[in-house]
């Protein structure tokens, strides 16, 4: 499974993205795929995790209400919507498969089998 992401850039405080993540196509064997990101200095840190099959998600509370995942099984490809952005969103961010678990423990866990290359994004005046 091969993921690419693409959306990022800078943005002002305040400001929205949307990531995009086009997989090599969303299969069984991968059920669970989710953001992570990865400040300079800063450990990994899940942001959103979804089920392909039943579209349960999982977001970090520091995102709650401000980031939405989503995904488009026809197109195989995962969403996330940055809204109300902050500097401390600032980081690398990376989109990721898992075959085991729950997307719960897929994002607090930060367990995966599969890593995109990541995107970066920065939000700063």
């Known amino acids: 499974l091969q993921l690419v992401e693409s959306g990022g850039g800078l943005v002002q405080p305040g400001g929205s993205l949307r990531l995009s993540c086009a997989a090599s196509?969303?299969?069984?064997?991968?059920?669970?795929i989710g953001w992570f990101r990865q400040a300079p200095g800063k450990e990994r840190e899940g942001v959103s995790c979804i089920s392909v099959r039943d579209g349960s998600t999982y977001y970090a509370d520091s995102v709650k209400g401000r980031f939405t995942i989503s995904r488009d099984n026809a197109k195989n490809t995962l969403y996330l919507q940055l809204n109300s952005l902050k500097p401390e969103d600032t980081a690398d961010y990376y989109c990721?498969?898992?075959?085991?678990?729950?997307?719960?423990?897929?994002?607090?866990?930060?367990?995966?089998?599969?890593w995109g290359q990541g995107t970066q994004v920065t939000v700063s005046s």
């Open positions: 990721a498969a898992s075959r085991f678990g729950t997307v719960q423990d897929m994002c607090v866990y930060s367990v995966a089998d599969n």
């Open positions: 196509g969303f299969t069984p064997t991968y059920p669970n």
